[in-house]
């Protein structure tokens, strides 16, 4: 399991709601430190994908346990 430093539960959150959390969470975050994410909505993906492309920030791991998704980014 990836070691984390902060974690956002959008759980039951739908769009736009999982990525906005996401953005203010990195706002926040030291260079370096990783956020876990826990979302259920199919298009947080997709969006939080389109996000890091713009921060620049990087998914270093991504998964799906039933319809859950799981991500850690790492703060650049």
């Given at each position: 399991?990836?070691?984390?430093?902060?974690?956002?539960?959008?759980?039951?959150?739908?769009?736009?709601?999982?990525?906005?959390?996401?953005?203010?969470?990195?706002?926040?975050?030291?260079?370096?430190?990783?956020?876990?994410?826990?979302?259920?909505?199919?298009?947080?993906?997709?969006?939080?994908?389109?996000?890091?492309?713009?921060?620049?920030?990087?998914?270093?791991?991504?998964?799906?346990q039933a319809n859950e998704y799981h991500?850690y980014i790492k703060k650049s």
């Amino acid at each position: 399991m990836t070691r984390f430093t902060q974690e956002i539960d959008a759980r039951n959150d739908t769009c736009p709601v999982p990525v906005m959390k996401v953005k203010q969470a990195l706002k926040s975050m030291a260079r370096g430190e990783v956020l876990h994410v826990m979302a259920t909505d199919p298009d947080a993906v997709t969006d939080i994908n389109i996000l890091l492309e713009a921060l620049e920030d990087q998914l270093i791991e991504s998964s799906q346990q039933a319809n859950e998704y799981h991500f850690y980014i790492k703060k650049s």
